[in-house]
C-alpha cells in the first residue's frame, strides 16, 4: 500500500484566523508593523527579515500573556478534528509545516486536544520581556522564509509516495508547486492557477473531507 502524507499549513489554514498576524497587531504597541507586513506581501522582503523587523516592536511581554491570548481568541477550523479522524482512519499521516510561530500552534493543539507533529519557527521569550525569533527550518542558500516548507515537502519524498498539500497564503506558493494533490484558498488559489498548477478550492475542511469521501485518493 502507498504511504500518503498530508501537509497542512496552519494560519488561514488549520486555523481560520491568521494567529500570527493577530498576536503581533494585539503585542506589538510601537513601530509600524503594517508597513512590515506590507512588505512582505508585495516581495519586497521574505518572512525571515519581516520576523527580524516585527520582533522589534514587542516590549515589556511575557509568554504568559501571549499563551493567554491564544487560548482565548484562537480556534482551529471546526471541521478539523473530523478531517483528522478520517485521514488517521485511512493511515495518511497528517504534518503541520507553518511559516508562523511554534508557540501557538502548540498552545492551540493543546486545547483542541491534537497531537500533530508540527514545523515552525522558533518564538523565544527573553527575561526582558523582549521576543526574538529563531529560524530552525531555514533554507540557508534562500534565507528567504523562515520556514523552508520545500525542503520539508522534499525531505518527505523519501518516506511517501503521495503528498497532499493543503494551504492558503504566500509561504505556501513554492511547496505546493511541488505536491501531488493541492487544495488551496485566497492568495494560493490565485497564485497557482496563474502558474498553471492545478489545485482543488476549498472553503473549510468539510470541502476537503467531502472530497476524501468521495474519491479513492486515501484508500
Request: net charge neutral.
Amino acid at each position: 500500500m502507498d504511504k500518503k502524507l498530508v501537509i497542512c499549513d496552519f494560519d488561514g489554514t488549520m486555523s481560520p484566523k491568521d494567529m500570527g498576524y493577530r498576536v503581533l497587531k494585539h503585542f506589538a504597541s510601537n513601530g509600524d508593523w503594517e508597513s512590515i507586513s506590507k512588505a512582505y506581501e508585495a516581495g519586497i522582503i521574505g518572512s525571515q527579515e519581516a520576523y527580524r523587523k516585527a520582533s522589534s516592536l514587542y516590549g515589556n511581554v511575557t509568554k504568559e500573556e501571549m499563551i493567554r491570548y491564544v487560548e482565548s481568541q484562537g480556534e482551529i477550523d471546526p471541521f478539523f478534528p473530523e478531517f483528522y479522524t478520517l485521514c488517521t482512519s485511512k493511515k495518511c499521516d497528517v504534518k503541520i509545516v507553518s511559516d508562523g510561530l511554534d508557540f501557538y500552534i502548540h498552545t492551540l493543539l493543546k486545547k483542541y486536544g491534537l497531537d500533530i507533529e508540527y514545523y515552525a519557527n522558533s518564538a523565544c521569550f527573553n527575561s526582558d520581556k523582549t521576543l526574538s525569533i529563531e529560524f530552525p527550518h531555514k533554507n540557508i542558500e534562500c534565507n528567504l522564509c523562515g520556514n523552508c516548507k520545500s525542503t520539508i515537502l522534499r525531505n518527505f519524498r523519501k518516506c511517501y509516495d503521495l503528498i497532499i498539500y493543503i494551504g492558503d497564503g504566500y509561504s505556501d506558493i513554492c511547496p505546493a508547486q511541488n505536491a501531488d494533490l493541492v487544495f488551496a484558498k485566497e492568495v494560493l488559489y490565485e497564485k497557482l492557477k496563474a502558474k498553471g498548477k492545478k489545485c482543488v478550492y476549498f472553503k473549510n475542511f468539510t470541502n476537503i473531507y467531502k472530497y476524501f469521501r468521495t474519491n479513492t485518493i486515501l484508500d
